[in-house]
Every structure is written in structure tokens, then in C-alpha cells.
């Protein structure tokens, strides 16, 4: 069975930052691109950014506008890990984070991945 696990969350101040990992188990996706997505109550999953695989062990990210700049997403294939490393967070980026692995669709929506962990919450705040 797979699952997905995501850790690093916490509470910050805004302007801080945060790393988040994220990593399957019972199976590994070199190849696959993989997503982070964020949830706050009452609203629906928003995409973040992906990662997809180029070659080898190099992979190449897309953003949402609100991330671009500020977080950026890296994979470790050794490790079978993705990393979602957020600077200059704001009270807004507040919400619970996850990770998701692409099924078929359109990337930037949560529909399109088969796989999800059970999120972790990041806090921004003063």
C-alpha cells in the first residue's frame, strides 16, 4: 500500500521560513512528477507547484503565482524524498500542506493525482 508522509510543518513568523519533505512508502517514483497542494478550511486544494522528472536524476518545477519566487521544490532520488522549502512566509501561505503524486489531467488540479499523505500544518504568524 502506498502512502505518502509529509513532516517539517510547524508554526513561524512571518518572514521566516520553513522546509517540508515529503516521502512515499511501500513504493518509489523517480519518474513521476509529484505535487505539493495546500488546504485552508473551507476552501478547496490549492496547487502549489510540481515537479517533474527530466532525465537521469534532474528535475525541473512549476509554480503558482503565489509561490514563485518565495518556495521552491527539490527531490532527492536516493532518498525517494521531495522537499517544499518556503522563504519569506506570510500569515497568508498559512494552511495544511500536501503532497501528491501525479496521476493523469492537468497538473494544477487536485483530480489529477492518485496519491496523497495526510498533510502537515504550517502556521504563519506573529
Known amino acids: 500500500q502506498v502512502q505518502l508522509v509529509e513532516s517539517g510543518g510547524g508554526l513561524v513568523q512571518p518572514g521566516g521560513s520553513l522546509r517540508l519533505s515529503c516521502t512515499p512508502s511501500?513504493?518509489?517514483?523517480?519518474?513521476?512528477?509529484m505535487a505539493w497542494f495546500r488546504q485552508t478550511p473551507g476552501k478547496e486544494r490549492e496547487f502549489v507547484g510540481v515537479s517533474h522528472w527530466a532525465t537521469g536524476v534532474v528535475y525541473y518545477s512549476e509554480y503558482s503565482a503565489a509561490a514563485k519566487g518565495r518556495f521552491t521544490i527539490s527531490r532527492d532520488a536516493a532518498k525517494n524524498t521531495m522537499f517544499l522549502q518556503m522563504n519569506s512566509l506570510r500569515p497568508e501561505d498559512t494552511a495544511v500542506y500536501y503532497c501528491?503524486?501525479?496521476?493523469?489531467?492537468?497538473?494544477?488540479?487536485?483530480?489529477?493525482?492518485?496519491?496523497w499523505g495526510q498533510g502537515t500544518q504550517v502556521t504563519v504568524s506573529s
Open positions: 511501500g513504493r518509489t517514483f523517480p519518474t513521476s512528477s
Open positions: 501528491g503524486v501525479y496521476f493523469r489531467g492537468e497538473y494544477r488540479f487536485d483530480s489529477s493525482y492518485d496519491y
